[in-house]
């Protein structure tokens, strides 16, 4: 049997990971046979998830973080809601999410059994507060905020959203799946260090150049995350707060390895970068007359027909669309002004005006 090319990097444009830093993919390679679920016999990568834990709370502004690295942000925000309802022991809860949130909260709804509020954006796609206020009651459980939306890179207003939440007694979840590595080199208040948020979604496999799969989940409270815990009487260690049992060492390793390399500035440089490139290329679509959304993180977002669209696919980029169209290109580590240059000079060859 043929040994499958490994994946090229070149044309993808729509992805939210990347390549891993060669730091990550060496501690990947060496941990591949361990298991950090059970960390009383897994002792070398537990204290390697405690480094990765300490450095995703310098990143976040907490002192003190609890929590762990889990699978991705679909597994981090599934836990955060689990925590929230478990903590709450509500009859009928709710959670509140603008309807920019990423679709990992509707899988969670249908898992947990907890009803899913979705509530408009407002027209630069950022939750209204109005309406989030709106749609809170005395049964809303937790209220999320996205910080660096999946489709068009948008922060919501967290401090806003906090005190929402929390005067109807409902914890505080921020999703900075993707944008956590990159927020701390802007002016945007999203983390432990602007609000009294209580738990937080930051993904290592993203920005943070991790290999797949390494999601980070952070809570304020160990209350909170004691609330996830079930007894694990087969295992060395007592109990665990991870949804999946069996975790991924590599993911761990390679976590710990990336942030010791990168953090602050390896994760600054790639940050200032890739907004220039998100910027550079917002200015060309503009020029050439398309509807660009002005980006605030290095994520762009533009109206391009389909038939434009498609033949791009057909000339092997890799893109997506938002949910209402757009082509959305996410300049993620990968992404070279090169290979964005390339793209533009494709795109003048495909269009149809
Ligand atoms: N949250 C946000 C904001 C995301 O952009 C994504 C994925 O892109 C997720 C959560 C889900 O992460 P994963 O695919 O690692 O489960």
């Not at 834990?53 to 907490?62: A, F, N, P, Q, V």
């Not at 709106?134 to 401090?159: C, K, S, Y």
């Not at 290329?281 to 503009?286: A, D, H, K, Q, V």
């Not at 580590?333 to 495909?350: G, Y």
């Amino acid at each position: 049997m043929q040994r499958a090319a490994p994946q090229e990097f070149d044309r993808v444009l729509s992805s939210m990971c990347t390549q891993p830093h060669p730091a990550a993919r060496e501690a990947a390679e060496r941990f591949l046979a361990t298991n950090p679920g059970d960390p009383a016999t897994y002792q070398a990568v537990a204290a390697l998830e405690e480094d990765a834990l300490s450095y995703l709370g310098e990143i976040t502004g907490l002192s003190a973080p609890h929590g762990y690295i889990a699978s991705g942000g679909t597994e981090a925000n599934i836990q955060a809601i689990r925590a929230a309802r478990n903590h709450a022991r509500d009859d009928d809860p709710n959670v509140v999410a603008p309807e920019s949130i990423h679709f990992s909260f509707q899988k969670a709804a249908d898992v947990l059994d907890v009803e899913l509020r979705i509530v408009p954006v407002d027209s630069d796609y950022r939750a209204s507060i109005g309406a989030v206020r709106e749609a809170t009651d005395d049964n809303t459980i937790l209220v999320a905020g996205v910080a660096g939306t999946t489709e068009f890179g948008r922060v919501d207003p967290i401090p806003e959203l906090t005190a929402i939440a929390h005067d109807v007694g409902a914890l505080m979840h921020v999703d900075a799946a993707w944008g956590g590595f990159i927020l701390p080199f802007t002016d945007h208040e999203w983390s432990f260090a602007h609000a009294p948020v209580d738990s937080l979604t930051i993904d290592p496999h993203k920005y943070g150049q991790a290999v797949v799969p390494a999601g980070g989940l952070l809570f304020r409270d160990k209350e909170v995350v004691d609330s996830l815990a079930v007894d694990t009487p087969y295992l060395e260690s007592a109990s665990q707060a991870s949804l999946t049992g069996t975790r991924s060492g590599a993911g761990v390793a390679s976590a710990a390895a990336a942030m010791r390399e990168l953090w602050p500035d390896g994760y600054r440089d790639v940050y200032e970068r890739q907004q220039a490139n998100a910027d550079w290329l917002y200015r060309e679509l503009r020029a050439r007359g398309y509807d660009a959304v002005e980006p605030e993180l290095p994520l762009v977002a533009a109206d391009l027909p389909d038939s434009e669209f498609a033949s791009l696919r057909d000339l092997g980029w890799r893109i997506s669309r938002t949910a209402t169209g757009e082509l959305r290109i996410v300049c993620m580590p990968h992404v070279t002004r090169e290979s964005l240059r390339a793209f533009l000079s494709d795109l003048d060859d495909v269009r149809t005006d």
